[in-house]
C-alpha cells in the first residue's frame, strides 16, 4: 500500500471560513486555491523528510455487532435488529445505513496505517494481490473533478471554487494536532445583544451572570431578587 504525502509545486492553504465550533477539526477547513497564505506569496515547501511508505499486509475484515453472518444456515446476534428500522422515504442515511449492514457489510475491510499528528498524508493507491496471484491497482473512488456530484469520498478537504474550473479533488487527509475530547463547563456569563431598528441602539441583555462566589446563575432570576430586594427595603 503506497502511501505518500502530497508533493506540492506550491503552499498548500486551508482555510476554515465562519468557524464558530469549540473543537477544530478537518471539516472546518477547505482548500483555497486562491488565498496567498501570510506572506502573500506562495512559496514552495521543503521536501518530506518521510518520502514514500510502502506496507504490505493482510487485511482484516471489518464486523459490527449485528453483522449479518456470511454463511448461510448459522445463528446470528439478536442485539441488532434491521428489520425493526423504519426510514421515512426522504431519510437517505437511514437507508444507506440499512444497505450497508445487509448487502455490503462483508464487502468492507480494515487496512491499519498510523499517521503522526499535524500531518497531510495521501494515499496514491492499493496493489491488491489475490490468491491467483493476480495483482490489480486500486486507486480513489474520490478521484476526478471535485465538482462530480457522482463522486463518493470521506474524510476528505473541499476544494473552493466555481465548478467551472474544474479542479481536481484532493484526497489527502488532514489529521490536525487537535484535542479529541475537551472538559467544558457551564458558561460564568453570557449576554445576548439585540438590535433596537426603530430607536436605533443595541441592547445587552444579560442572560448568565456571574455571583460573588465564582458561580453562575440566570440572569432573570437575579434580576426578580434584585427588585424584590429594593421592594422590601423602600417598603
Do not use: C
Not at 491488491?128 to 465538482?147: K, M
Not at 476544494?159 to 457551564?186: F, H, I, M, W, Y
Not at 453570557?190 to 458561580?215: C, F, S, Y
Request: no cysteine; aromatic share 10%.
Amino acid at each position: 500500500m503506497p502511501a505518500r504525502r502530497p508533493k506540492l509545486t506550491a503552499r498548500k492553504i486551508f482555510t476554515a471560513d465562519e468557524y464558530y465550533h469549540g473543537h477544530l477539526d478537518w471539516y472546518n477547513f477547505d482548500i483555497d486555491p486562491e488565498a496567498k497564505g501570510l506572506s502573500g506569496d506562495l512559496v514552495t515547501p521543503p521536501a518530506d523528510p518521510r518520502g514514500k511508505d510502502t506496507q504490505t499486509l493482510m487485511p482484516t475484515q471489518l464486523v459490527f455487532d449485528g453483522m449479518p453472518n456470511t454463511r448461510w444456515w448459522t445463528f446470528e446476534e439478536g442485539k441488532t435488529n434491521f428489520g425493526d428500522i423504519k426510514p421515512d422515504t426522504t431519510d437517505l442515511a437511514k437507508l444507506l445505513l440499512i444497505e450497508f449492514g445487509l448487502v455490503y457489510a462483508n464487502d468492507w475491510f480494515l487496512i491499519p496505517y498510523t499517521l503522526p499528528e499535524g500531518s497531510i498524508a495521501s494515499i496514491k493507491g492499493m496493489a491488491v494481490t489475490n490468491v491467483f496471484g493476480e495483482r490489480t491497482w486500486i486507486e480513489a473512488a474520490g478521484r476526478g473533478s471535485d465538482d462530480a456530484w457522482q463522486r463518493w469520498s470521506m474524510f476528505t478537504i473541499n476544494t473552493k471554487g466555481q465548478g467551472a474550473s474544474g479542479e481536481q479533488a484532493d484526497n489527502s487527509l488532514l489529521l490536525l494536532p487537535s484535542t479529541p475530547k475537551v472538559l467544558e463547563g457551564r458558561p460564568l456569563e453570557e449576554v445576548l445583544l439585540i438590535r433596537d431598528e426603530m430607536a436605533n441602539m443595541v441592547w445587552g441583555i444579560e442572560k448568565t451572570i456571574p455571583l460573588p462566589t465564582g458561580e453562575s446563575r440566570p440572569g432573570g432570576e437575579a434580576g426578580i431578587e434584585t427588585l424584590n430586594f429594593y421592594r422590601r427595603i423602600s417598603g
